[in-house]
């Protein structure tokens, strides 16, 4: 029943390490983003996908690469792994884009851990 | 660059009070203004959406207003209850890039 689902909920692992989180939607919608959120709270964007197209790349290191293999999944894939990169990791969905903008679906969230 | 501001960053309330949240950006150019709550340790759950022509939306209890102009959308919360409490984000859509405030965080007292 899940709209948007992450997983795993927790990541925790060792600097240097690479390692992935993947978000699936079943709702149907064509966009979906991903966002971190750090430890003061304050939720970034970091990509956007719209129908498997990358829209939106913020100014994220590109040691994390996204990838949608199809319009209901974007994964997201970290290399080198480094302390600042701990954090709450959110995959979110909206029906679209467009110049009226559409209601934003999130998931529950990945908290990464890097010791 | 848009920049989005929450005030204030903490309300604690006792049981039974209207409140009003603040969110405020620099950037007018804007699709759409959405509010979120967020639980300790959850995503973020969608409250209200205002289109950059509405002036207001109203679900339940909660109503959220937007003067794009001065940059500013508020959130009222009618009759607060212990439920309420958790963290309130808006965050305004940018031509599909979307920026977040810091947060509000409610506590309502029983």
Redesign the interface.
Known sequence: DTAVSQTPKYLVTQMGNDKSIKCEQNLGHDTMYWYKQDSKKFLKIMFSYNNKELIINETVPNRFSPKSPDKAHLNLHINSLELGDSAVYFCASSPSLGDTGYEQYFGPGTRLTVT | KQEVTQIPAALSVPEGENLVLNCSFTDSAI??L?W?R?DP??????LL?I??SQREQTSGRLNASLDKSSGRSTLYIAASQPGDSA?Y?C?V?NF?????G??TKLNVKP
Do not use: C, I, R, V
């Not at chain 2, 599909?96 to 977040?100: E, G, L, S």
């Open positions: 699709y759409n959405q979120f967020q340790g959850k995503g973020l759950t969608s959406l289109q950059s963290t984000l965050a859509d599909n890039k979307f920026y977040f810091s947060g």
